[in-house]
């Protein structure tokens, strides 16, 4: 637009001016709407003609260049996670030293995740706890079982030797008690040692 105003000074005006003082042709009188161009034809011509190499020159003789070295030197800068910036410690064009914090991450998100698997950590211990609590029960358990069971085949051993030597001394029926009793105590044994090796 700048281009059109300042090449239409240099030829649509003096054209006009020519018409209008020169030969007496006057806007609205000889020059209407209808004979612009049939009277100002020299000038809109010479116009156009004038912008179009005005532009072109311009535009061919625009400076360009290969080689650019920037005056402020600008390094984009990115974190290895990502996340919402809570705090930026240095100024847009402050310089940078070797080290320094330049922003700091909202870190809510992954503090709530740590405090989260500290207790799940703290919950893990404590099972741990009454894990081992429940393994010492198991073998006192298993240690009862195992000595109710020999006190029980001790005695049917010596039962069993009494009626050995002597056979109206003990009861047919107390030895089979007592086997009976062995047996019973035999899978008490087994029922807790299960038991442990379940839990």
Not at 14 to 26: C, F, S, V
Not at 154 to 183: C, H, M, S, W, Y
Request: with cysteine; hydrophobic share 45%; net charge neutral.
């Amino acid at each position: 637009m700048l281009e059109l105003m300042l090449c239409s000074l240099f030829t649509l005006v003096p054209d006009y001016l020519y018409r209008r003082y020169r030969q007496g042709r006057r806007i609205g009188k000889e020059i209407t709407l209808y004979s612009v161009w049939f009277e100002l034809r020299w000038g809109i011509t010479g116009c156009v003609i004038l912008t179009v190499a005005l532009i072109t020159t311009v535009f061919y003789n625009h400076p360009a260049t290969t080689n650019v070295t920037l005056f402020f030197r600008t390094v984009p800068i990115i974190s290895e996670t990502t996340g919402r910036v809570a705090e930026v410690y240095l100024d847009y064009s402050g310089p940078v030293a070797q080290g320094a914090p330049i922003f700091k991450l909202d870190s809510s998100k992954q503090d709530a995740a740590v405090e989260t698997a500290r207790r799940k950590i703290a919950e893990i211990d404590a099972d741990m706890v009454v894990a081992r609590i429940d393994v010492t029960k198991a073998e006192s358990q298993i240690q009862e079982a195992r000595s109710s069971y020999q006190q029980a085949v001790d005695e049917l051993a010596t039962k069993q030797e009494l009626q050995a030597r002597n056979p109206g001394n003990v009861a047919f029926r107390d030895i089979e008690k007592l086997q009976l009793v062995v047996e019973g105590r035999l899978a008490t044994v087994a029922a807790v040692t299960a038991a442990k090796q379940a839990s």
